[in-house]
């Protein structure tokens, strides 16, 4: 792995945030890390020179090492970065303030896609590769081996071909984060990641984003522009939001999936397309469909392969190890270490969470920056949306919530507590405990 920083203080900070992981070789200017990417072959490179050395130097690297994985620390996102991440010349971006936690998940997202281009390369096992302790599932995605584990031994299934995948759940369930993970387990690894989001640009500007345009084709056009398709070329292009976009762009959208070419906004040359497409919604599709609100023919050509991502209410065994994760993503580096106590933990395991991850971290992200000690409790925890406005107190609330949902379970169950706690995905033991606390064995 090389690592090219500024000086000695950066390059302390980023050693030991990998010493867990590898030894690395670092360079201090663009001109070293150069001269060594002639010298021998890396497969991981991590650039902290400033956007634009930073880039410089993953355009260098993707020149003379085409098969390594490169990414950038910055201060904040800009065009270059942009432009890079969009060209392919740039796989991952981790901005400040970064943790050693989010900087080792960082390099084993790119060990990980290291190792499936060595694979492709028939070059199984090489010295400079930072290897993940993932067993089969990645570890960046929380929950591979708990709650979602399932959904990640089908999305590495369906990786290994080029079918178009549908991925539904709720708001905040992760669907991109699957989307990145079919990618980065697939042939086309090597390729740029593209993410549009459907719902949130006009569709006329839909069109022009998604096909690009010719110069000239209308105000504003004043040179010719390539479309998601085309920067997608040999990669993934993510459609967010699939189910928001207008009875016109369905029928584009369906002739772009028969026929594997593209014409751009004013043009008339059709462009073939070298593309794995996963579109990803959180609305029910198929009343859409019976509605009329979205073609029929559209949605068989999208659901080739259906994923199906639970909310995050039915996989609560994995909340503990997320509110771990963003406890490290968000306590500052001059801060005591921050841990929830067991009622808070317990309190963040029974909310039905509607928001899901996305409304989880928002969560631990207020107690890690509101909470005045190292250990956060139950009065840290802001009482859910829902709840009516009285003037018990929050732990008040969140008990009276607890054990509406306690009863709710067990009632579903029929009584039975060891059905009741698989349910929760939580120890029986911990439910019976937790049950008698509330009176309710």
Not at 192 to 212: T, W
Not at 408 to 437: C, F, H, M, Q, Y
């Amino acid at each position: 792995m090389l690592i090219a920083c500024q000086g000695a203080d950066d390059e302390a900070r980023i050693l030991d945030a990998l010493a867990p992981v590898r030894p690395s070789l670092v360079a201090h200017t663009l001109d070293a890390a150069v001269t060594e990417l002639a010298r021998r072959p890396f497969h991981i490179v991590l650039g902290s020179l400033g956007s634009s050395d930073s880039v410089r130097l993953c355009r260098e690297a993707a020149r003379l090492r085409p098969e390594s994985v490169r990414l950038v620390l910055a201060e904040k996102g800009d065009a270059i970065l942009r432009s890079a991440l969009a060209q392919g010349t740039l796989h991952d971006v981790v901005f400040s303030p970064w943790t050693a936690h989010g900087l080792r998940a960082a390099v084993d997202r790119a060990a990980a896609l290291a190792k499936a281009r060595q694979a492709l390369l028939g070059d199984a096992s090489p010295h400079d590769v930072v290897e993940s302790a993932a067993t089969g599932a990645p570890d960046w995605l929380i929950g591979a081996r708990g709650g979602l584990r399932d959904v990640v031994e089908l999305a590495q299934r369906v990786a290994k071909s080029d079918a178009t995948v549908l991925v539904r759940g709720e708001t905040g369930t992760g669907k991109e984060l699957v989307a990145r993970l079919i990618q980065e387990a697939s042939a086309r690894s090597a390729g740029p990641f593209i993410r549009l989001n459907c719902a949130a640009i006009a569709e006329g500007v839909l069109e022009s984003e998604l096909f690009g345009h010719e110069s000239g084709s209308f105000t504003g056009a004043t040179r010719q522009r390539a479309g998601r398709f085309e920067l997608a070329s040999t990669g993934t292009l993510f459609l967010d939001e699939i189910a928001d976009i207008s009875p016109s762009m369905q029928v584009r959208l369906l002739r772009v999936l028969q026929e594997r070419e593209i014409q751009r906004v004013g043009g008339s040359v059709s462009v073939p397309i070298d593309v794995r497409i996963i579109a990803a919604t959180h609305r029910p599709l198929e009343a859409l469909v019976e509605r009329g609100a979205f073609r029929e023919d559209l949605f068989y050509r999208l659901n080739v392969v259906p994923i199906h991502l639970p909310p995050l209410r039915e996989r609560r065994q994995d909340i503990p190890e997320l509110v771990q994760a963003f406890v490290a993503r968000y306590r500052r580096a001059d801060a005591a270490a921050v841990e929830f106590d067991d009622a808070a933990m317990e309190a963040l395991v029974m909310h039905p969470w509607p928001g899901n991850v996305r409304e989880l971290e928002n969560a631990v992200q207020r107690c890690v920056v509101l909470a005045q000690q190292g250990r956060i409790g139950i009065d840290h925890l802001i009482a859910p949306r829902s709840a009516p406005t009285t003037d018990l107190t929050t732990r008040e609330i969140v008990r009276a919530r607890d054990t509406e949902q306690l009863q709710r379970v067990l009632l579903d169950a029929s009584g039975n507590v060891s059905r009741a706690a698989r349910e929760l995905g939580i120890p029986r033991t911990t439910l019976v405990s937790r049950a008698k606390r509330l009176g309710l064995l």
